[in-house]
């Protein structure tokens, strides 16, 4: 069906910069929305940012300013650039793509496997 890889997560200290990003292939037809999400421990999942077939970004409060979602159609690929990263960052991040494939009807939301992101001294 459809696979979605991750990559870019790691160590990094308070203040630093990381981008993630998050190829999709398989038995794509075509991908309308793209988002990011994370998980902490102890809490739940949680939408970070999201961006439309035409590139209209959104975020998530505790991300604006600091995060930006971005995507090449061409390469069925979303990034998310994480700049002035801070502890409470630290997460497990999915990308997560709404796409039609073959033989099958309408669009589906499908999941990458995350990668992992530790903000600390």
């Known amino acids: 069906q459809v696979q979605l890889v991750e990559s870019g997560g790691g160590l990094v200290q308070p203040g630093g910069s990381l981008r993630l990003s998050c190829a999709a292939s398989?038995?794509?037809?075509?991908?309308?929305?793209m988002g990011w999400y994370r998980q902490a421990p102890g809490k739940q999942r949680e939408l970070v940012a999201h961006?439309?077939?035409?590139?209209?970004?959104t975020y998530a409060d505790s991300v604006k300013g600091r995060f930006t979602i971005s995507r090449d159609n061409a390469k069925s690929t979303v990034y998310l650039e994480m700049n002035s990263l801070k502890a409470e960052d630290t997460a497990v991040y999915c990308c997560?793509?709404?796409?039609?494939?073959?033989?099958?009807?309408?669009?589906?939301?499908?999941w990458g496997q995350g990668t992992q992101v530790i903000v600390s001294s």
């Open positions: 997560n793509v709404d796409a039609a494939v073959r033989y099958s009807a309408g669009t589906r939301r499908y």
């Open positions: 398989g038995r794509i037809i075509s991908i309308n929305a």
């Open positions: 961006i439309t077939s035409g590139g209209n970004p």
